[in-house]
């Protein structure tokens, strides 16, 4: 399954299954489990978001998160239909290297992204 596909699909789970859709037994236990699966990996990457948030802020470093994971968390009703897998921050540039410090003595690495 693509990326896309796997993004959209707690989604599409969510609302055909509220709506009550007419779906044969397989479809309905897929589109379950993809709810079920969204669930559970957006629980995981709440507990790491929350972790760099109080460590930026344990250091005294002003951010504001942004994109996904501000939707996710500051807009919808249910986090976990908004797939998430990067946390977008914005931080003053005066304050960018010793960002990366902290997100590095937690374990953290920086990934090149096509953006």
Partial sequence: MGGTQRSLSALLACSLLEAGTSLDRH???????????????????????????????????????????AVAEGVLPKPWLRHCHDLDLL???????????????MGLREEATAD
């Fill in 91 to 105: 931080v003053p540039e005066s304050q960018l290297d010793r960002a990366a410090e902290v997100l590095v003595q």
């Fill in 27 to 69: 479809d309905a236990a897929w589109l379950r489990a993809a709810l079920l699966h969204e669930q559970r990996r957006t629980g995981r990457y709440q507990e790491i978001a929350a972790a760099v948030l109080a460590s930026l802020s344990a250091a005294g470093l002003p951010f504001m998160l942004a994109r996904g994971a």
